[in-house]
């Protein structure tokens, strides 16, 4: 049974920085791609990075330029370097794996999902 589990979410001032850290555990899981997911209340969940296990990334624009996406394969976990939030960036984050289908930035696509960790920037 493949886990993810979130850490590093928190309260932090519109200007500042998370750093979100993915861990996975279950037999030799190794990913094919792994990204982040983001939803806010009374929203759909929608995505935020991903990067293959090849190092190549997808960041939506909504964050680009302000996050980052980096992957240690060899311990297969992904971290998000989050800088200069704004109160819009305020939501549940998701961890995801294994990309079953076409489409990274559809949450369907995903096969393994972590169970989130909060994220509030305040103004």
């Known amino acids: 049974q493949v886990q993810l589990v979130e850490s590093g979410g928190g309260l932090v001032q519109a200007g500042g920085s998370l750093r979100l850290s993915c861990a996975t555990s279950?037999?030799?899981?190794?990913?094919?791609?792994m990204g982040w997911f983001r939803q806010a209340p009374g929203k759909e969940r929608e995505f935020v990075a991903s990067?293959?296990?090849?190092?190549?990334?997808n960041t939506a624009d909504s964050v680009k330029g302000r996050f980052t996406i980096s992957r240690d394969s060899s311990k297969n976990t992904v971290d998000l370097q989050m800088h200069s939030l704004k109160p819009e960036d305020t939501a549940v984050y998701y961890c995801?794996?294994?990309?079953?289908?076409?489409?990274?930035?559809?949450?369907?696509?995903?096969?393994?999902w972590g169970q989130g960790t909060q994220v509030t920037v305040s103004s």
């Open positions: 990067i293959s296990n090849g190092g190549s990334t």
């Open positions: 995801a794996a294994e990309l079953t289908a076409h489409g990274l930035s559809t949450v369907v696509s995903w096969k393994y």
């Open positions: 279950g037999r030799s899981f190794r990913s094919n791609y």
